[in-house]
């Protein structure tokens, strides 16, 4: 691989990683238990559209977060990534190595996600239901989080080793969620 395809394959990686950020960050604030109460006149008033926000905001992370770590030969993916960067000698062993520690303490949250992904939002199971396939992941919202901290570490421990750059991920959707809450608070007063 050309060192400006694995830019661009980069790039396509950090865009994922910050859409599924943004959106994370959107799903907390509307499904976390002490948001929820504070912005719960906001959100009744609105109930279908922030009923039908919740599920959208979710998939909108379930899903880069799914791509990221999927392992075909035909995207961009970590796994693919790093294979290449092996196979091309682009970093040192020793790095390899730490990227694919990271890789592996970020697999099994990644394996979580994939169930959900692949039974209840990819696909539909015909078979459980989608209380017994959340079940099935155990997966939390502190879990989201780690997993986006986690990999927003990986590509800037890889970055950093391969252009000495790093990318900042300090976009966020919280703060206008929030702000946009109260303002609908005040409205529905």
């Known amino acids: 691989m050309r060192p400006e395809e694995r830019q661009t394959f980069i790039k396509d990686l950090r865009h994922a990683l910050s859409v599924a950020g943004l959106n994370m960050e959107a799903w907390v604030v509307l499904t976390d238990h002490d948001s929820r109460s504070r912005h ?50 682009a970093l040192p062993t020793e790095k390899l190595d730490e990227l694919d520690g990271k890789y592996a303490a970020i697999r099994p949250l990644w394996v979580k996600l994939s169930i959900l992904r692949n039974k209840a939002f990819g696909h539909c199971n015909a078979v459980l239901t989608l209380r017994e396939i959340f079940g099935q992941a155990a997966i939390s919202q502190n879990q989201f989080r780690e997993f986006f901290d986690k990999t927003k570490d990986l590509l800037n421990t890889l970055t950093l080793a391969l252009r000495h750059e790093a990318h900042a991920f300090n976009l966020g959707s919280g703060d206008s969620l929030n702000r946009m809450l109260e303002d609908l608070g005040r409205v529905r007063e």
């Open 40 to 89: 719960l006149r906001a959100m009744n008033g609105y109930s279908i559209f922030f009923q039908t926000s919740i599920n959208a905001h979710f998939v909108g992370m379930l899903i880069p977060f799914y791509r990221l770590y999927e392992n075909r030969s035909d995207t961009f993916n970590i796994p693919r990534l790093l294979k290449e960067l092996r196979e091309s000698g």
